[in-house]
């Protein structure tokens, strides 16, 4: 993949097809340099929009008409090749398309090339990810009608957590209902995990198969894995993106028993239990206020008491699983905060680290509050465990896995 000869003038178009959005990167892979970027977002909606920004030039922004999909998917080829805004003359120019896909279930556990095959398991999985895998579906049908010819390639949250051992991945349920329903831990954010505990690597100037890593993703979806030279073998996030630790709207763990008294008490719904956990908790629940840490910080420093509280056990489960994980691992040379919150809150990194000193971690609370976007240390010298913020590239570790399988055929 990195010989300059196979990949010279290779773009690569990533795609992340939600339920009412559709974002994408374009990559000339020789330098891995993005191109353009943007998003077609509320489809279907009459406030939809359309963003595209080609890098040196100035962000186009529109309102828009957008039916589904197929006319998101249409509107983004036509900005890319606009004679004014666009960046490329011929769509042949496009090498391969890879497709973010949420869930694998037990059926993916790698990235794979699109065939009917593929996509027959695809089909598959959307009882497993009913929330996202059916709009990944029409995103690639989209993109096959529009772009034909042009290999498509489906990367999947789940596959780099594929390597988990069997005892991390059971739940402690019948052993019957992992056979018959394929209830298991699968985990989430693979792609990012995997790339920024590559970039640690490159950082401590390690091989990455020497490393034990814990890694942690905290944006509105948070999940921390621990990752054994290069493996996966534990993870936060389990059967759903909702397990491990507290996000933005979405409670985390939680003892299975309050959903039984719940649906005894207060007679819900499962639809309306599946909407009070995964939107209505999480700091957004505790607080009362928001989902989005800098208004929670914010809030604290207004004296806001359910602010402070949020922050507290935000930060407090996402200790226990960095230790738990020290534990797993027998030790750990680093870990890293990425995503939203881990990149960008100094607040969340430091309450998250204290105390930590007996498990090697010497927190630099002077290097942890500079302000900087740059991959770096926030960690003292004589620290054991290096901690690491490494701001993660998904888009571009999709199109790096794309080439990846092209080049193999």
């Known amino acids: ?75 983004i080829i036509r900005h890319l090749m606009d004679p004014e805004d666009g960046i490329i003359k011929d769509i042949n120019e496009i090498a391969v398309i890879g497709h973010r896909v949420v869930h694998g279930g037990s059926r993916f556990f790698d990235s794979v090339m699109v065939n009917e095959d593929v996509m027959e398991g695809l089909r598959e999985c959307f009882d497993i990810a009913p929330v996202h895998t059916p709009h990944h579906y029409a995103g690639i049908e989209a993109c096959q009608k529009l772009l034909p010819g042009i290999p498509e390639i489906l990367v999947f949250d789940t596959a780099f957590h594929q390597t988990m051992p069997d005892y991390a991945y059971i739940y402690g349920l019948p052993y019957n209902l992992f056979e018959k329903y394929k209830i ?3 985990g989430f954010h693979g792609t990012s995990h995997k790339y920024v505990a590559q970039r640690a690597a490159a950082m401590l100037q390690r091989p990455l198969e020497e490393l034990k890593l814990i890694t942690c993703h905290m944006g509105n979806g948070c999940s921390i894995a621990a990752i054994d030279h290069g493996k996966s073998v534990d993870t936060s996030m389990g059967f759903t993106p909702l397990e491990g630790l507290v996000m933005g709207t979405r409670c985390g763990d939680i003892d299975p028993a309050v959903i039984v008294h719940l649906m005894e008490h207060e007679h819900v719904t499962a639809e309306s239990l599946n909407t009070l956990l995964n939107k209505k ?8 206020l928001t989902g989005d840490m800098r208004t929670i910080v914010k809030a604290i420093a207004g004296g806001s008491y359910r602010a402070r509280l949020a922050l507290d056990i935000f930060c407090y489960r996402a200790k226990k699983y960095i230790s738990s994980y020290i534990g797993v691992l027998n030790g750990a040379d680093a ?67 794309a080439i990846s399988v092209v080049c193999r055929k």
């Open 281 to 288: 908790s999480g700091l957004y629940g505790i607080s009362g």
């Open 184 to 186: 298991r831990r699968y």
């Open 1 to 75: 993949m990195n010989n300059p000869i196979t990949i010279y003038g290779m773009k690569a178009l990533v795609v992340n097809a939600g339920s009412s959005s559709v974002k994408y990167t374009l990559f000339e892979m020789n330098g891995e340099k993005r191109m353009a970027k943007g998003l077609v977002e509320c489809i279907g909606l009459p406030e939809a929009y359309f963003s595209h920004f080609v890098f040196g030039k100035e962000e186009v922004k529109e309102a828009c008409r957008v039916r589904n999909h197929l006319d998101a998917v249409e509107l």
């Open 335 to 401: 870990v890293v905060f990425t995503a939203g919150i881990g990149e960008n809150s100094p607040t969340v990194r430091e309450k998250t680290c204290q105390n930590l000193d007996r498990l090697g971690i010497i927190f630099d609370t002077e290097a942890n509050s500079s302000a900087s976007s740059d991959e770096r240390v926030i960690s003292k010298g004589e620290s054991s465990v290096k901690v690491l913020v490494i701001p993660t590239n998904e888009e571009l570790m999709i199109a790096r896995e």
